[in-house]
């Protein structure tokens, strides 16, 4: 089964516009993180936001906000006021605790904000 | 605080023949983990370093390997390149490796060819 499920390959939002990216994950450990990154054309993987399994509280880093639904698995991203430079990959990402650091990556969304 | 550098940033190589990549971990990063993307196959997990010893591995062949120097540097090699092994290979460097939220920061990739 697959660990981190993205199942929207590409997204169009209005730039000044907000978007909801959506995550899934499964895991039977109860301890875990899930990890957003952006991915421009250019390659690098671009840290954005973290959400800890035990985290009582959404997590939010300026513009990006984490909606986490534990009972659903779930772990949305949520970028508000979209910006020409937001168009990218983004990945969702999960690390269980008892895997070491291998990080499991979805197939990622493809985002494009239009003028 | 610089961040994480990989070389060179692009590769082009013959059937047949080895590779080395190189990467330089954040300062104090002690944890270095290697990943494979390819357009078919995504992000793939290919091996995680920590204090110069291999402590994770993904499902690659053994043609894939990699070493960790006393300054934490890290290098991966591929002997007999085939053509599949054409991908953007990631380096992500991390504290310690270890919890759940220890973040994975990333390098600008070495974009690899095979012909």
């Known amino acids: 089964a697959q660990k981190i499920t993205q199942t929207q390959p590409g997204m169009f939002v209005q730039e000044k516009e907000a978007v909801t990216l959506d995550c899934t994950y499964d895991t039977s450990d109860p301890s875990y993180g899930l990890f957003w990154y952006k991915q421009p054309s250019s390659g690098e993987m671009i840290f954005l936001i973290y959400?800890?399994?035990?985290?009582?509280q959404n997590a939010t880093e300026g513009r990006y906000s984490l909606n986490f639904q534990k009972a659903r698995k779930s772990a949305n991203l949520v970028i508000s006021a979209s910006q020409l430079g937001d168009s990218a990959m983004y990945f969702c990402?999960?690390?269980?605790?008892?895997?070491?650091?291998?990080?499991?990556f979805g197939t990622g969304t493809s985002l494009t904000v239009i003028p | 605080k610089a961040g994480v550098t990989q070389t060179p940033r692009y590769l082009i190589k013959t059937r047949g023949q080895q590779v080395t990549l190189s990467c330089s971990p954040i300062s104090g990063h002690r944890s270095v983990s290697w990943y494979q993307q390819t357009p078919g196959q995504g992000l793939q997990f290919l091996f995680e370093y920590f204090s110069e010893t291999q402590r994770n591995k993904g499902n690659f062949p053994g043609r894939f390997s990699g070493r960790q120097f006393s300054n934490s540097r890290s290098e991966m090699n591929v002997s007999t390149l085939e053509l599949g092994d054409s991908a953007l290979y990631l380096c992500?460097?991390?504290?310690?490796?270890?919890?759940?939220?220890?973040?994975?920061?990333f390098g600008p990739g070495t974009r690899l060819t095979v012909l």
């Open positions: 992500a460097s991390s504290s310690t490796g270890r919890g759940t939220t220890d973040t994975q920061y």
């Open positions: 990402a999960m690390r269980e605790s008892d895997t070491g650091n291998q990080f499991y």
């Open positions: 959400q800890g399994s035990y985290d009582q």
